[in-house]
């Protein structure tokens, strides 16, 4: 059995460009907002830092048999939890991120933590912790005011949360998804 931290993690981050508006809520609602940037988590808890030489190539392997994407962030759900709910941006369509998702696991079935729920991989960008009173309420306020944002996923990032930033989540290393035109080169 592999060793797993939780101070490690593949995810998929958007452009910086487009991470204002997420931010915006995130540094109200989100306690992890400091620790973590925006991001879609794909594999979580990972393998330690003193393994990534172990994993570099598995991951560039899996990145290469995936095309890039695009997606949007239009639309506010929530996963309900006993004592708080988490409120999150679901990133549509979700087709081909659930696709990176099964390589990555084909790849590394030692990590399939993120498919272990009840109802499998939901690709999530988390923005906040919210009450269940005030769930319906606050979620209902957030969708009003947002302004759909669609992006490319065109990398995957290994972080890990680093004594040089505060035990903050940096990224380690990127691997590029294979271009939208050389797919067909394949």
Known sequence: MPTKTHTTAVVLIPPETIQSPIQDIRKIH???YIRWMPHITM????????????VIDTLEKSAKQNSAFTV?????????H???S??????????NIKKLHKTLINN??????TARFPNGFTPHLSVGQFQHKTLIQEQERLQSNWKPIQFTVDSIFLIY???ETDDRFVVAEDFRL???KDIENI
Not at 43 to 54: G, I, S, V
């Open 72 to 80: 949007t962030l239009a639309t506010f759900y929530a996963f309900k």
């Open 161 to 163: 949360r680093s004594q």
């Open 86 to 95: 988490t409120m999150f941006l679901a990133p549509e369509p979700d087709n």
């Open 82 to 84: 006993r004592k708080s």
């Open 43 to 54: 594999l979580y808890p990972f393998a330690p830092t003193t393994e990534f030489p172990d």
């Open 108 to 113: 590394l079935p030692d990590y399939d933590d």
């Open 178 to 180: 294979t271009p939208f």
């Open 30 to 32: 989100d306690r992890s």
